[in-house]
């Protein structure tokens, strides 16, 4: 690959005397101006050269001075320095190390026939395009450049420092300003800082105390449960006795080998007996409910087959699905075997089963299973009254029963579904409910196929 051609200087003058130091800050300054840097930069490159120039003469031999563009990639106005006869760059370098700080660029060090130091500007955008008759018109005005006495130079300079002080003022002045305006800004930071500060200890205050009374509520809540389940056991045991104790009497007055009763106190022990039978089912209810909530129901985790237990339910409900009206199906399992507690899930099957048959006048009640990742979901659906859906959660609220809902045979306690779903989640699943008013509901019931 060819090196590209180098460009002629723009022009080139010699380093004899002192007054020259003067000669070359002004063709510095008109070189920079020629080629399109501003005011400031122009005054930095002279600055520059001048000081390069001082330091080249103080080793007592003469230096030459170089000007030259590059128009091309990023333009540049370069400048060469050398002294041919001198050898000691290395030396210079701490001399005009705050000179570097005026350029872009600048590199001091021996070259073949001397001391060389080379400084280079960056031109800026809005320069004019460097092209060669540009270059040919640059070289012709610096050879038409007088040079001006070191008085008119120092006027300039005088000049320049001028403008430079003007300016420094000027940003001193606005440093000052902004200085004010950020003090009276922090002021107000800070106040608004203690302020929020206040706010925040205040708030923090309220949350402390609104803990202390919810960890308060939340055992008061703790032992009112525990009281109240508690309450429902001791209850339930202690009627437990004498409803058994109605109900075997009210048989043993109904029984053939007793005294005949006639037809009025048939129908008053018949009704003994049913309401004695419907109150050992809320006792029983209870008690179950109570367990639950103690915790004290174990699971007892064994392999399950579901063929038998969906046989099981569907053999000992079938006689409650006495309607024509209802078709009762219980499908087949699609899972063999599921690890998990048979007595309660046989419960929540059963209690689903029985509260569909329940409220289901015509059309069908069907239970069904699917697996679905690592879970399995049993299924109930009828085609009942249905449920509104803003009552879905409070259906599993205690002793809850939608309002205006009519059983179709049996009476329900508003126990059956809480107790449900506390043994769902007992055996670590989940149990919700979708349901539309007059178009039925589906109960699903989520469980872990393999619970951990």
Known sequence: MTEPARTEPLMRMRLRVEQDIFVVRQLGREVARAVGLDQQDQTRLATALSEVARVMLATGTAADVAFSAEPNGVPMLRVVVENPLSAGGAGLEPQLALVGRLVDTMEVGDGETGTVVRMARRLPASAP?????????????????????????????????????????????????LNAELEETNRGVMALYHQLSDELEETNRGVVALYAELDEKSVQLRAASEAKSRFLANVSHELRAPVTAIIGLARLLGDASSEPLSTEQHRQVDLISGSAADLLTLVNDLLDLAKAEAGRVEPEWSEVDLRAVFGQLRGTLRPLATRPEVDF???????????????????????????????????????????????????????????????????????????????????????????????VGILGGGLRVESTPGQGSTFTVRLPVAPS
């Open 329 to 423: 199906v219980v499908d087949e399992p699609s899972v063999a075997t599921v690890r998990t507690d048979e007595v309660l899930l046989t419960r929540v099957l059963r209690n689903l089963l029985t509260n569909a048959i329940k409220f289901t006048a015509e059309g069908s009640v069907r239970m069904s299973m699917r697996r679905v990742d690592d879970d399995v979901e049993f299924t109930v659906a009828d085609t009942g009254t249905g449920i509104p859906p803003e009552l879905h959660e409070r259906i599993f609220e205690e002793f809850y029963q939608v309002p205006g809902s009519q059983s179709i045979s049996g009476k329900g306690t508003g126990l059956g579904l809480p107790y449900a779903r506390r043994l």
């Open 129 to 177: 395009r460097l092209t060669p008759e540009r270059m040919d018109e640059i070289r012709a005005g610096l050879a038409r450049h007088v040079p001006g006495t070191p008085l008119d130079e120092l006027n300039v300079q005088n000049q320049q420092l001028i403008a430079a002080l003007d300016e420094v003022r000027a940003q001193r002045d606005d440093l000052a300003r």
